[in-house]
């Protein structure tokens, strides 16, 4: 069993096209993605069924973003939260097989090298699983430096820009910067639907 938490840009869909090859290899084999509570945010009944037009519209200005106010709730969801979610998928996987390895893509990837570290209540992470699977991912990827506790509470910088720090999490809940933001995801997702509905049918079978 191996279970996939998906990098910093994506979602467990972004994992379809390996787990299915991985199954076609191994059908012994099953592999679980998971997305993070965010993605649990991201609306996309929009784009569903939509003509070229409009998802051609909806690419160029992206779709309506919900205000920092309205999720608050969003603060709470830091490392602890992503993890112990976690870990309620690989104890559902372990009722199944023993054999349990967790792995990601990029910042899933070092979530996976975190989870082996965490304390979950006196039991270390890496008792819960047999191996991990780093896809360009390991921990202090993101980091050169640790944060001071000053950058820490109020504010920091990283390689995809600003963090808001602890205290202002209320105020900035999500990414929200030149290099990714939810319209950007929406304008993304938009491009991505147009493609599938321009795809045309491949041609009859010969007799």
Do not use: C
């Amino acid at each position: 069993m191996l279970l996939l938490m998906p990098g910093y840009l994506g979602g467990a869909g972004s994992f379809d096209r390996l787990a299915r090859q991985i199954v076609t290899l191994r059908p012994d084999w099953a592999v679980w993605a998971v997305d993070r509570r965010s993605n649990l945010l991201e609306d996309h009944a929009a784009l569903l069924g939509r003509d070229l037009g409009t998802l051609g519209g909806v690419a160029r200005a992206g779709l309506p973003v919900r205000s920092p106010a309205s999720l608050p709730f969003m603060k709470d969801w830091g490392l602890d939260t992503t993890l112990r979610d976690w870990r309620a998928a690989v104890l559902e996987a372990r009722r199944l097989t023993p054999n349990v390895f967790i792995g990601g893509h990029s910042m899933g990837g070092t979530l996976s090298g975190l989870y082996a570290a965490y304390d979950f209540g006196g039991v270390p992470g890496a008792r819960d699983v047999r191996g991990l699977v780093m896809l360009d991912g390991l921990p202090g990827l993101m980091s050169g430096t640790p944060l001071t506790t000053d950058e820490y509470t109020q504010a920091a910088r990283n390689p995809l820009g600003p963090l808001p720090g602890l205290n202002n999490l209320t105020r900035d809940p999500y990414v929200n910067s030149v290099v990714f933001s939810p319209k950007f995801a929406s304008r993304a997702a938009a491009q991505a639907a147009s493609r599938r509905s321009h795809r045309t049918p491949p041609p009859p079978a010969a007799a």
